[in-house]
Nanobody
Framework: VQLQASGGGLVQPGGSLRLSCAAS????????IGWFRQAPGKEREGVST????????QYADSVKGRFTISRDNAKKTVYLQMNSLKPEDTAVYYC????????????????WGQGTQVTVSS
């Protein structure tokens, strides 16, 4: 079982990035996929989740209207489009999978990717 997060980088405030989470080794469309992030000195927090077949999505208040989650079950990939990025979005972003429904409770997730660094700075 593997989740591979990619797409992070350095971007100026107001810029955009698209993160990808590629899955292998499990029945992808049976899993809720969530994006979490962890800034230095802070706890890991939920950013966005998508239900198994995509119709239900969930966003943290801090990213609503700026981030969009989507999934392509045929490609076994979930995307996080991040627009209007702010310095406070700087963190390591992780994707995770679970059999149950969408949740920001990280202890409910079974599988985790390795994380991708997003730095928003001028």
């Amino acid at each position: 079982v593997q989740l591979q997060a990619s797409g992070g980088g350095l971007v100026q405030p107001g810029g955009s990035l698209r993160l990808s989470c590629a899955a292998s080794g499990f029945t992808f469309d049976g899993y809720t996929i969530g994006w979490f992030r962890q800034a230095p000195g802070k706890e890991r927090e939920g950013v966005s989740t998508t239900s198994r077949r995509g119709p239900y999505t969930q966003y943290a208040d801090s990213v609503k209207g700026r981030f969009t989650i989507s999934r392509d079950n045929a490609k076994k990939t979930v995307y996080l489009q991040m627009n209007s990025l702010k310095p406070e979005d700087t963190a390591v972003y992780y994707c995770a999978g679970r059999l149950g429904g969408p949740s920001f409770r990280r202890e409910l997730y079974d599988y985790w990717g390795q994380g991708t660094q997003v730095t928003v700075s001028s």
